[in-house]
């Protein structure tokens, strides 16, 4: 049966996902928190995998968390720290537990985190991980032998649509969707008159798309973003509103702008949903919802 | 010509090798430690100084013609006087030529540098990696630039989203390999090779440790 998350995906419904962020740590509590005040307002959680290159609580073990707690997870996977053995038993394990989305991502640098010294691996990258999934859902592993009792996933990547250059990742962006990739969740886009350009594009493949959409919380944190995250430009007229925010309402003005581009994508029907990422502000995202009329 | 490109270690560890080594002999080499500044005449004589300044007796010293060539018994074999009375060699040549003279004398060896990569200088003082010899070239389908060794990733399928500004996301000063093949292919007309799907590399093309046994 194909999970609840590839059913809102199909009625073609606006969906709308959002983030748990593992911690470092055992202590779950912040994160179950975060869980139970989500799980029945977004389609689902996506459960991030190391996030920034930085050990923590595993995202298998976090989805699984948010599958017992109700909720419908996407399982993120990056190439990064396991080879073809791992992550293909990694989804046999998922499979088997109940969960039955993953995303496919390459994974930042260990270079990027916080063990600098560590091994990366990427024996695979992400449209090779998506290929694997739709091998093991017809019963062989990636070596063609038979699996006693296959997977089934709804499988997905990711996009930068403002990338520079582009043309280099739209090749890739194809090939993930050749690969099998029915949900495509983008790096987060703030000029959305050049994502409707992406869209215009992208419309062409069958796939579902998921614009990112993440919250700003100060002018400073946007203007690093513009810095020193690839991918992610914050046109200047965003920050000076959020500079223009009175002491202490940068947040709210953050969340002011986030609802204000949700309502437009879904006024204008630019794509199939949206993607949340509060960054550690998770409590935040019924609001922004709110804010974007979803809720 | 490609180079074994080679960096100075760290003081500290320098010193951590050489503790109770009092008695030591500089080797260094007249190739590719030459050619980057970390193993030539000028650097032995600094290293020499160097140690005798952390109160080492430096036997002598040599820069060898190529440390890593089968000649390099009879240069040895010159010093071995002071050889001798060393206790242990501090190389100043690449990993090869360590284990080269490693090979030949019953001393413990000490290398002065870490070995990076093997690679080629691509202008004055500037070295790039090549070629990691993975044993399956894939250099037939990206016009001849290399996704495994120039991708720091070595991603086969095109670049990943951390690609900015055809720059890569560890370093600015690294160009993006993926951007540098895109455009290489264009020029080519070739971006067919690029939208080809590539299945999962075979990373036993040799299984490590290398070895080969020329047939008749």
Same mark, same amino acid.
Do not use: C, P, W
């Given at each position: 049966m194909a999970s609840k998350f590839k059913q809102a995906l199909d009625q073609g419904k606006f969906v709308v996902t959002s983030e748990v962020a593992p911690p470092k740590g055992v202590n779950l509590e912040k994160m179950a928190h975060h869980i139970e005040l989500l799980k029945d307002k977004v389609d689902a959680m996506n459960v991030t995998d190391h996030q920034s290159s930085v050990m923590r609580f595993p995202s298998l073990g976090a989805a699984l968390m948010v599958k017992e707690m109700g909720g419908e997870p996407i399982l993120q996977m990056t190439c990064r720290d396991r080879n073809r053995l791992a992550l293909q038993a990694d989804l046999l394990f998922a499979h088997q537990r109940g969960i039955h989305n993953v995303l496919c991502l390459t994974g930042d640098s260990v270079v990027l985190? =916080?063990? +600098?010294?560590? +091994?990366? !691996? $990427?024996? /695979? =990258?992400?449209?090779? /991980? !998506? @290929? @694997? !999934?739709? +091998?093991?859902e017809k019963g062989k592993d990636m070596a063609g032998n038979e699996l006693d009792g296959a997977v089934s996933f709804c499988a997905g990547a990711i996009v930068t649509p403002e990338a520079n250059p582009i043309q280099p990742q739209l090749i890739k962006f194809e090939k993930k969707i050749e690969a099998g990739a029915e949900f495509i969740q983008t790096q987060a886009v703030y000029d /959305? %008159? &050049? $994502? +409707? &350009? $992406?869209? %215009?594009? @992208?419309?062409q493949f069958p796939v579902k798309i998921l614009a990112g959409i993440i919250l700003l919380t100060s002018a400073p944190m946007a203007r690093f973003m513009n810095k020193n995250v690839a991918g992610v430009t914050v046109p200047q007229e965003f920050i000076d509103e959020m500079a223009s925010a009175p002491k202490g309402g940068a947040i709210k003005k953050g969340i002011e702008i986030a609802g204000r581009q949700i309502r437009q994508i879904v006024d204008e029907k630019i794509c199939d949903g949206v993607h949340i990422m509060a960054i550690g502000k998770e409590e935040l995202v019924p609001d922004i919802m709110a804010a974007g009329g979803l809720l | 010509m490609i180079r074994s490109i080679t960096r100075k270690k760290p003081d500290e560890e320098l010193d951590r090798l050489l503790e109770n080594q009092d008695r030591v #002999?500089? #080797? *260094?080499c007249g190739t590719c430690t030459t050619l980057t500044n970390t193993g030539g005449a000028e650097q032995v004589q600094a290293m020499q100084e160097y140690l005798a300044s952390k109160g080492k007796l430096v036997t *002598?010293?040599?820069?060898?013609p190529v440390a890593c060539d089968n000649i390099t018994h009879e240069a040895v074999r010159e010093f071995s006087g002071q050889i001798n009375q060393a206790r242990a060699l501090v190389i100043m040549s690449c990993a090869y030529g360590v284990q080269n003279i490693a090979s030949q004398l019953k001393k413990m060896v000490v290398p002065a540098l870490d070995t990076l990569f093997i690679g080629k200088e691509t202008g004055v003082g500037v070295f790039n990696e090549v070629c990691t010899q993975c044993g399956t070239c894939v250099l037939g389908e990206t016009g001849g630039i290399c996704p495994v060794t120039a991708c720091h990733k070595g991603l086969i399928n095109g670049p990943c989203g951390g690609t900015n500004n055809g720059k890569c996301e560890i370093d600015t000063n690294k160009d993006c390999a993926w951007t540098l093949i895109y455009n290489r292919l264009a020029e080519l007309d070739r971006l067919d090779l690029m939208k080809r799907f590539q299945p999962p590399r075979n990373h036993q093309g040799e299984p490590s440790p290398g070895k080969i046994l020329l047939g008749d």
């Open positions: 985190g =916080d063990h +600098k010294t560590a +091994k990366g !691996v $990427f024996d /695979l =990258d992400s449209s090779q /991980l !998506v @290929a @694997a !999934v739709r +091998k093991m /959305l %008159e &050049n $994502f +409707k &350009n $992406f869209m %215009e594009y @992208a419309r | #002999f500089i #080797f *260094g *002598g010293a040599t820069v060898l």
